[in-house]
C-alpha cells in the first residue's frame, strides 16, 4: 500500500487562514489596536487622533501617528532648540522657532488634559499594552477561531 500526501507551501496555508501580511487577521488585529489606542492618546480637540486614524493603513501592522507635535506628545516632554535650550520665543506674530532646527526633549515633563481620555499620557503604546494586552491577546484568538 502507498499513499500519496500533498500539502501547499507555507506560504499559501498561511493566505488561506488569512495570515499572510495584509490578511484578514492583520487587518483585524491592527484596527482593533487602533481603536484601543485611542483611550491614551493625548486629546484636546482630537485632531492627533483623527491624524492617526487617516494615516494608518489597517492592512500593516504599524500605527501611524504623523505631525510635528506627535514626538512631543508620545515622549511627553516639551521640545526646545538644543541651542538655546527654550521652546521658542515670542515674536509680534506670536510664538516661533528657529528655521531648520531639530528640538530635542528636555526634562520638563507635559501636562495632559484627561477631561475627554481620562488615560492620556506619554507612550501610549505602551500604555494600552501594560493594561490591555490579555484582553486584546484573547480577541484576536477569538477572532482566529471564529475563522477557522
Not at 495570515?19 to 484636546?44: A, C, E
Not at 508620545?74 to 515670542?90: E, I, N, Q, R, S
Not at 481620555?117 to 484568538?141: C, F, H, S
Amino acid at each position: 500500500m502507498s499513499a500519496k500526501v500533498t500539502i501547499n507551501p507555507v506560504s499559501q496555508i498561511l493566505r488561506d487562514h488569512g495570515l499572510n501580511p495584509g490578511g484578514h487577521v492583520q487587518r483585524f488585529h491592527t484596527s482593533n489596536v487602533l481603536r484601543r489606542i485611542k483611550r491614551y492618546m493625548p486629546y484636546r480637540g482630537g485632531m492627533l487622533i483623527k491624524k492617526t486614524v487617516a494615516a494608518t493603513d489597517i492592512a500593516k501592522p504599524l500605527i501611524v501617528t504623523p505631525g510635528p507635535e506627535a514626538r512631543m506628545l508620545y515622549h511627553g516632554k516639551v521640545m526646545v532648540d538644543p541651542k538655546t535650550g527654550k521652546a521658542g520665543f515670542l515674536t509680534d506674530d506670536g510664538w516661533k522657532s528657529r528655521r531648520g532646527v531639530a528640538k530635542v526633549p528636555s526634562n520638563c515633563d507635559l501636562v495632559y488634559t484627561t477631561s475627554k481620555n481620562a488615560q492620556a499620557g506619554p507612550y501610549w503604546d505602551r500604555r494600552l499594552k501594560a493594561a490591555e494586552m490579555p484582553v486584546i491577546t484573547r480577541e484576536l484568538q477569538n477572532y482566529i477561531d471564529r475563522r477557522g
